[in-house]
């Protein structure tokens, strides 16, 4: 039973660009989160999501910062227009109800 | 809102010897309770967990860590330790049949010979 899977694994990215970070969740989980590591922090809520529908983004910083979870295919995070302050570690956990969060191998973004 | 106070950054400890990691929490409501560990360049695993029930859960690693709902904390023990141990160390609380989490700043535990 492989566990979550998240691509890539380091992303490099120059200002302005884009980056598309993916999760695939546990098999018969349908609930997914991403949580964002900065340097020295623990992890911060960013999003959750079942399939096609966004339950709560009050984590999510209000521009640039988009996610979706289609019917078919894995979560994605998407971040326009990177700066570095974007920096960081993106994790995805997924769960088969709202209690414990297993989470993936994270997507550590550089920004240069 | 939940806060979770991890009150030790670096954890230097010899092989073979116990340790504690604290975790207190502050919360007006019941909580879900979690320690993860992160190894190096790694992401997350979950170590145990209290959701309900003994207040005492243990690991298959050795671990265990005890609610104490008066003194609002989580702390987590072993009482020996081994090199493979080194790693980061999360607590983290959510509200009962809640789903966000909200992670203590970490405790990095580092084994020594």
């Known amino acids: 039973n492989a566990g979550v899977m998240q691509n890539p694994r380091h992303l490099v990215r120059r200002r302005g660009q884009e980056a598309r970070l993916r999760c695939s969740p546990m098999?018969?989980?349908?609930?997914v989160y991403w949580y964002r590591q900065l340097p020295e922090e623990g992890l911060k809520f960013m999003v959750y999501?079942?399939?096609?529908?966004?339950?709560?983004e009050s984590g999510m910083p209000k521009e640039r910062f988009s996610a979706e979870f289609p019917k078919e295919g894995p979560s994605i995070l998407r971040i326009q227009q990177v700066v570095r302050g974007d920096s960081a570690a993106y994790f995805c956990?997924?769960?088969?109800?709202?209690?414990?969060?297993?989470f993936g191998p994270g997507t550590r973004l550089l920004v240069l | 809102a939940q806060s979770v106070t991890q009150l030790d950054s670096q954890v230097p400890v010899f092989e073979e010897a116990p340790v504690e990691l604290r975790c207190n929490y502050s919360?007006?409501?019941?909580?879900?309770l979690f320690w993860y560990v992160q190894y190096p360049n790694q992401g997350l695993q979950l170590l145990l967990k209290?959701?309900?029930?003994?207040?005492l859960v243990e690991s298959i690693n050795g671990f265990e860590a005890e609610f104490n709902k008066s003194q609002t904390s989580f702390h987590l023990r072993k009482p020996s330790v081994h090199i493979s141990d080194t790693a980061e160390y999360f607590c983290a609380v959510s509200k009962r049949r809640d789903y966000k989490l909200s992670f203590g700043a970490g405790t990095t535990v580092t084994v020594r010979a």
């Open positions: 999501l079942q399939k096609e529908n966004i339950i709560d």
């Open positions: 098999k018969g989980h349908s609930h």
């Open positions: 209290y959701l309900s029930g003994s207040t």
């Open positions: 919360s007006s409501v019941s909580v879900y």
């Open positions: 956990a997924s769960s088969p109800s709202e209690e414990t969060q297993y």
